[in-house]
């Protein structure tokens, strides 16, 4: 029984999913028929996505980059909003992450919000992985990269619990933002930023008022 499987491949660069392609060709199996599209922004991705549910053939799988220029209205500033866009019109289809970001701030938000059956660092990747990741997220998902893991592991094992604004806070000090910047990222009073910075400070134990100290102390134990 053959099983025709029906894929869209989201990234901007068209040799990256050239060889994407060739490896899921070369390496599926011998009962599975793969049909192709691939899709070098959002605005394609979104077009070719509502015409699979008009045409009733949605998709099964989608192969995400997550680092894509913004849609032409604004309304998706990269491929994590295209994900989540995906979870709503195609909820039974496959996600596949991929992309260059490794800090733990991006893979925890993204594990969060699209909760992807496959997600992959590209420097992690090679062709054999992603062939395994292709056949695991259709039978037994998900598939994490082992960067990913890492990361999952090391927030998991350390007992440090920080929100999600506190994670937003460590994260963008380590973009260089600084802390009077703070306020219209987050939609929060600087005396709020000031009182979660204090309070990060006393968890990770920094008796310093230096961002750097901070951020040191979070890298190590992988929040940042």
Not at 29 to 57: F, G, H, P, T, W
Not at 144 to 160: A, F
């Amino acid at each position: 029984m053959s099983e025709k499987i029906k894929i869209l491949m989201i990234d901007d660069h068209p040799m990256i999913i050239e060889g994407y392609q060739n490896t899921l060709l070369f390496t599926k199996k011998d009962n599975q028929e793969l049909e192709i599209d691939i899709a070098n922004n959002c605005d394609e991705a979104v077009l070719y996505m509502d015409k699979s549910i008009k045409n009733e053939r949605p998709y099964n799988v989608l192969f995400v980059d997550i680092s894509l220029p913004p849609s032409t209205d604004g309304s998706m500033s990269s491929g994590e909003d295209l994900a989540e866009y995906a979870r709503k019109i195609l909820p039974k289809a496959k996600i596949i992450i991929l992309t260059m970001f490794n800090e733990s701030f991006r893979i925890h938000n993204i594990i969060k919000t699209i909760d992807p059956e496959g997600f992959m660092i590209k420097s992690d990747l090679t062709s054999s992985e992603l062939a395994s990741a292709f056949q695991a997220v259709l039978n037994n998902p998900p598939f994490y990269s082992g960067t990913v893991n890492s990361h999952i592991r090391k927030t998991i094992t350390s007992d440090i619990v920080i929100d999600d604004k506190n994670r937003k806070i460590l994260y963008l000090l380590s973009q260089g933002v600084k802390t009077k910047n703070l306020a219209t990222h987050l939609d929060i009073s600087l005396s709020a930023i000031e009182k979660r910075k204090k309070q990060l400070r006393e968890i990770f134990d920094v008796n310093d008022g230096q961002d750097e100290t901070l951020l040191n102390e979070a890298r190590k134990k992988g929040f940042v």
